[in-house]
T-cell receptor, first 115, second 114 residues
């Protein structure tokens, strides 16, 4: 499985603060994703990147920005955090199997609380 | 846009018994992938099983199998011989061939009782 790490694992911040969540992977996957998980809503896609020069908005990108610093690193920023951004954030990477199928591998998640 | 619906917020099953989790989806596409992910209390998202829409044969992975009904847009997960370690949230997810951005259902919380 892909080694996907996220830092920090837990974070408490205040409304209006800028915060960055970081994601790193060691398997050389080109594709990386940021999801947000809220209770009862499953995971929703915030941003995704198919390579270092490619950044795309997902379903709920408002209030977020991302940076793909390298193939292995994909950071998510909240420029001015607000309480309804309190959620569990997941980074994921993906690769292709022998049959051409693509599988996503998830990091451990970052629990963010905005006061 | 695709949607995924899991109509069972919570379920419980006795250890060693069989349980089926339901999932329905809506899409106008004919080629796509369906997934079941498990999220234990550790919060990690773990891929359980995957089904390609063009394959008629239902996918199986050890104690986990699916019942894929393409016409009905239904994708249920059957867990046989349930174990205490199966206690987790289970998410059904959908992805198109191109890009593979996942659309998730709301999840089903499964409790396996001793």
């Amino acid at each position: 499985d892909a080694d996907v790490t996220q830092t920090p694992r837990n974070r408490i911040t205040k409304t209006g603060k800028r915060i960055m969540l970081e994601c790193s992977q060691t398997k050389g996957h080109d594709r990386m994703y940021w999801y947000r998980q809220d209770p009862g809503l499953g995971l929703r896609l915030i941003y995704y990147s198919f390579d270092v020069k490619d950044i795309n908005k997902g379903e709920i990108s408002d209030g977020y920005s991302v940076s793909r610093q390298a193939q292995a690193k994909f950071s998510l920023s909240l420029e001015s955090a607000i309480p309804n951004q309190t959620a569990l954030y997941f980074c994921a990477t993906s690769d292709f199997g022998l049959g051409g199928e693509e599988t996503q591998y998830f990091g451990p998640g970052t629990r963010l609380l905005v006061l | 846009a695709q949607t995924v619906t899991q109509s069972q917020p919570e379920m419980s099953v006795q250890e060693a018994e069989t349980v089926t989790l339901s999932c329905t989806y809506d899409t106008s596409e004919s080629n796509y992938y369906l997934f079941w992910y498990k999220q234990p209390p550790s919060r990690q998202m773990i891929l359980v099983i995957r089904q390609e829409a063009y394959k008629q044969q239902n996918a199986t992975e050890n104690r986990f199998s699916v019942n894929f009904q393409k016409a009905a847009k239904s994708f249920s997960l059957k867990i046989s011989d349930s174990q205490l370690g199966d206690t987790a949230m289970y998410f059904c997810a959908f992805a198109l061939n191109a890009g593979n951005m996942l659309t998730f259902g709301g999840g089903t919380r499964l409790m396996v009782k001793p």
